[in-house]
């Protein structure tokens, strides 16, 4: 294991992998990482389930078998995608154990076209936790308005929650309240709270890309100084809510009960602008109680060169909010981003379960 991963995990950090495949799973690369590269979770969506039924042949037989069935693509796709995170749930089962729970966890994405419908999306999620059958599963819900409620019902029902496609500092906020108000419930309900688990997915790269891009069309040297600073002050900020969360009287009575903190996940670490620093999503955003999740290139990059310098979130606040007013008074409007690349990352992932569903109707 590097040295540089080692470093990371010392400095309490998770590192998770984004991606999965049966391929990963049946040759054994998702043990390598875990040996290799310090991973302890897996997070998937419905565009790595694309990539891997369109890449690989360990998905024909099962196609096969369930089209002599006559079983319709929708209910194909639940299957095999289920097969595979229960697959990565009993690999990771004795990191799980080995955690008292706090890791070992993979992550299946909710279908994302119910993404504004609240009871369509519990039903799905319901549905996700009883398929897969494994504790150490996360059911991936989307931050949007609509989905808060579906994260408290689930979370009060004894489902561990992954709560996705979070870009925005207030709707972050209305994260944490929804799962308090479903881990009280949970409580109420007499369901174990140990046993439920919740991160928050909190995107990172795309904010830059949108920001950078409205910065370039301003052109002033002021506005390309403040390129591929936002996303950075966005999640840094982000971690500020998650500690004054911790020291709310809500959550210290649902801690002494046993409960587990929701924490912060950085998703988006992938750098996409080739400027910068490839693993600058992963350097700059050290703290404890975070997980990190990586594709697999940007966790090579960073074994091999990633900075480790300490807690990078710690004493950032007042300049991360700095960024925020300095972005406003060029006249980019944070909300008009945030906004933005909720709709559209609801809308990716639409587009991507739309690929999905025409990848295995054409194998069935």
């Known amino acids: ?66 089209s002599r069935m006559g079983v319709a693509a929708e209910e194909a796709v639940r299957l095999v995608t289920a097969a595979d995170v229960r697959s990565a749930c009993d690999v990771l089962r004795p990191v799980y154990e080995a955690t008292d729970g706090v890791d070992g966890r993979v992550s299946i994405e909710a279908d994302p076209r119910l993404a504004h419908d609240t009871e369509a999306t519990l039903a799905n999620v319901r549905s996700l936790w009883w398929l897969v059958d494994r504790p150490n599963l996360f059911v991936k819900i989307p931050a949007t308005q609509e989905g808060l409620p579906a994260i408290s019902a689930a979370l009060a029902e004894g489902i561990s929650v992954n709560v996705t496609l ?12 929804a799962f308090l108000d479903g881990m009280e419930a949970a409580r109420a309900a007499g369901h174990r709270l140990p046993l439920i688990g919740s991160v928050a997915s909190f995107f990172v790269s795309r904010v830059d890309t949108e920001v950078d891009a409205r910065l370039d069309k301003i052109g002033s040297p002021e506005a390309l100084d403040l390129r591929g600073q936002a996303a950075i002050a966005n999640a840094r900020l982000a971690y500020q809510r998650f500690e004054r969360s911790l020291r709310t009287p809500r959550w210290q009575a649902l801690a002494a009960a046993g409960a587990r903190p929701q924490r912060p996940l950085w998703a988006s670490t992938g750098v996409k602008n080739p400027a910068y620093q490839d693993t600058r ?5 050290i703290a404890p109680g975070v997980v990190s999740t990586m594709p697999e290139s940007t966790l090579h990059a960073f074994a091999d060169h990633g900075r480790v310098a300490g807690n990078t979130i710690e004493g950032t606040y007042e300049a991360a909010q700095h960024t ?16 933005f690349l909720e709709d559209d990352g609801v809308a990716r992932f639409e587009s991507s379960w739309d690929d999905l569903l025409q990848t295995v109707r054409a194998a069935l």
């Not at 419905?46 to 042949?57: E, L, M, Q």
């Not at 999503?281 to 955003?285: A, G, I, P, R, S």
């Not at 406003?328 to 945030?338: D, N």
């Open 281 to 285: 999503y992963v350097d700059e955003l």
């Open 324 to 339: 925020l007013d300095r972005l406003a008074e060029l006249g980019v409007s944070y909300e008009e981003v945030v906004g």
């Open 1 to 66: 294991m590097s040295e540089n991963v080692q470093r990371l995990a010392a400095e309490g950090v998770a590192i998770w992998l984004d991606d999965l495949s049966r391929e990963r799973l049946a040759e054994g690369g998702l043990v390598r990482l875990m040996r290799e590269r310090g991973l302890v979770g897996v997070t998937s969506n419905p565009t790595i389930f694309d990539k891997a039924v369109r890449a690989g042949d360990y998905y024909q037989e099962q196609l096969s078998d369930l």
């Open 166 to 177: 979070t870009f925005s500092l207030g709707r972050y906020e209305q994260v944490i309240a």
